[in-house]
């Protein structure tokens, strides 16, 4: 009897070791919680926070941004290519150097959004507050285009 049960607890121990070991080697996951949430001085409908990567850091990035409704990023053009994808709320975007609202198009919750390296763009949370998340590869940056 004793040797039936080793034979069942050692491989079950030594699994356990192996699965612990491991564990210890998986990052933790990044809480909402954990999120350092930070405004822009011109404009408060917006916060940021840098999920993974940051803007001058070479690499991978996620870029998570809240939208006050009613709130309005402008005109802007970004040096690398980001994917959008709105968490919450429906954001509107817009295309080009004209900035005009009629351009304006709906991306509800779930979708996502290209915007090309340096293509002028602006996003609006027209029917209530917007959550969304950016991806990229920095280093990166937000420039104003004058109007």
Not at 20 to 33: F, K, N, T
Not at 50 to 63: C, D, K, N
Not at 106 to 114: K, T
């Amino acid at each position: 009897r004793v040797s039936r049960s080793l034979a069942f607890v050692l491989p079950l121990v030594a699994w356990l070791a192996t699965t612990s070991a491991a564990a210890a080697d998986r990052p933790a996951p990044i809480l909402p919680g954990d999120l350092k949430w930070f405004s822009p001085p011109t404009n408060a409908a917006v916060q940021g926070a840098w999920v993974v990567g940051g803007e001058t850091a070479p690499g991978p990035y996620l870029f998570r941004v809240r939208l006050a409704a009613g709130g309005r990023i402008s005109l802007h053009v970004h040096p690398d290519t980001r994917a959008t994808t709105v968490l919450a709320g429906t954001l509107w975007v817009g295309f080009g150097a004209d900035a005009t609202d009629a351009q304006l198009v709906a991306v509800p919750a779930g979708a996502v959004y290209v915007a090309p390296a340096n293509v002028p763009h602006w996003v609006v949370a027209k029917d209530g507050d917007v959550t969304y998340q950016e991806s990229g590869v920095g280093p990166t940056a937000t420039t104003p285009v004058a109007r």
